[in-house]
C-alpha cells in the first residue's frame, strides 16, 4: 500500500470518527444514553492526602499565595509554582528571593493538594501565623467572634467581609471551627493575611475578657428581644455569631451583653451565617462612624 493510500485511509477513518462522535452527541442531548460520569472525579477518589505537621500550612491560588508572600509575618518556607504562575506572581528573580522557589507541573501540586483544588500553578508552604492575645485588640472598635462556625468557606467569606468593613479581629474557637489552611486561604480571598485569627479554648472566658476590655458583647439571635439596630450602643462592638445550624450555644447566650435579631421583612427570615455577619458588621460600623 503506499504512502497516499494510508493517508487516504487515516482521513476516512478520522472522518467516520467524527461522526459517531456526533451521533452519540446527538442521542445524549436527547436522553437516550447515559452521559458518562468526568473522569476527574475518579482521580479525586484514588488520592489520599500527605500528611502534614502542626507547624505545616499549605496555601495556593495566585491571589492567596501573593498575599502570603507580602505578608512580613509570613515564615515561607518554600514557593512551589509553574513557570507561567511565576510570570504572573511578577516577583523578582528567583536567586534574589528570600525563601527557596521550585519550578513544577500543575500535576505536582495536585499530588500534594488533590485534583479539584484551584491552584492556578501556585503553591506555598509557610508556618502558621503568629498567635495573637486578646489584650492586643483594646484598641479595635470592632470585632468579630464565631461560636463555632464548622465550614471554612463560610468562615473566609466572613474573614473578607470583616477586613472590609475594618474590623480588628476574627475570633473563634479552638474546637469545631476551621484551623488555618489552604481551604480556608482561599476563601478568604488574601484576607487571612490582613486580620488577625485567633482561636481560643473557652469562649465564655474570652467574651469576658473582652467585657473587661471595655466591650459591647452582641450575639445575634433570630429570637433576640431587638432589632440589631437598636442593640447598638458605645464605641467598642464585639458581634457574635453562632453555627450555621445550631445558632449561639446556651453558654455563649448567657455570657454576651446583648442579645439581638437581623429584621428581615421578606418571606425568607434566615440567612447564611457569612450574609448575617456582613450585614451585622455593616450595621455596627455605620454605628461608631456617626
Avoid at 480556608?184 to 472566658?205: D, F, H, M, R
Avoid at 469576658?208 to 447598638?232: K, N, V, W
Wanted: aromatic share 4%; proline share 7%; charged share 25%.
Amino acid at each position: 500500500m503506499s504512502k497516499n493510500d494510508n493517508n487516504d485511509k487515516s482521513g476516512r477513518d478520522g472522518h467516520y470518527a467524527t461522526l459517531r462522535r456526533n451521533v452519540r452527541d446527538a442521542k445524549r442531548e436527547r436522553g437516550e444514553i447515559p452521559t458518562p460520569a468526568p473522569r476527574r472525579r475518579d482521580k479525586a477518589a484514588g488520592w489520599q492526602p500527605p500528611q502534614l505537621q502542626p507547624d505545616q500550612v499549605h496555601l495556593y491560588g495566585l491571589h492567596t499565595v501573593r498575599a502570603a508572600l507580602e505578608n512580613p509575618e509570613r515564615v515561607i518556607v518554600k514557593l512551589s509554582v509553574t513557570q507561567n504562575a511565576f510570570a504572573r506572581l511578577e516577583l523578582a528573580e528567583p536567586e534574589t528571593l528570600p525563601y527557596p522557589v521550585e519550578f513544577v507541573s500543575p500535576q505536582d501540586i495536585d499530588k500534594i493538594l488533590g485534583p479539584d483544588a484551584i491552584h492556578q500553578g501556585a503553591m506555598v508552604e509557610t508556618r502558621p501565623l503568629p498567635v495573637r492575645r486578646l489584650e492586643a485588640l483594646k484598641e479595635s472598635p470592632l470585632l468579630l467572634v464565631l461560636d463555632q462556625v464548622t465550614d471554612p468557606h463560610n468562615v473566609g467569606a466572613i474573614m473578607r467581609s470583616a477586613v472590609a468593613f475594618g474590623a480588628g479581629a476574627l475570633i473563634t474557637t479552638q474546637r469545631h471551627s476551621p484551623t488555618e489552611s489552604g481551604v480556608l486561604a482561599k476563601s478568604a480571598s488574601g484576607a487571612l493575611e490582613l486580620i488577625p485569627y485567633i482561636q481560643v479554648t473557652n469562649l465564655a472566658n474570652a467574651l469576658e475578657e473582652l467585657h473587661a476590655l471595655g466591650f459591647q458583647t452582641i450575639g445575634l439571635d433570630s429570637e433576640g428581644p431587638a432589632p440589631l439596630e437598636g442593640a447598638l450602643s458605645g464605641d467598642k462592638i464585639a458581634l457574635v455569631l453562632g453555627s450555621e445550624g445550631k445558632g449561639l450555644r446556651q453558654k455563649t447566650r448567657d455570657t454576651v451583653k446583648t442579645l439581638a435579631r437581623l429584621d428581615m421583612p421578606g418571606a425568607i427570615k434566615s440567612l447564611n451565617v457569612s450574609n448575617a455577619a456582613a450585614i451585622a458588621l455593616y450595621a455596627s460600623r455605620q454605628h461608631l462612624t456617626r
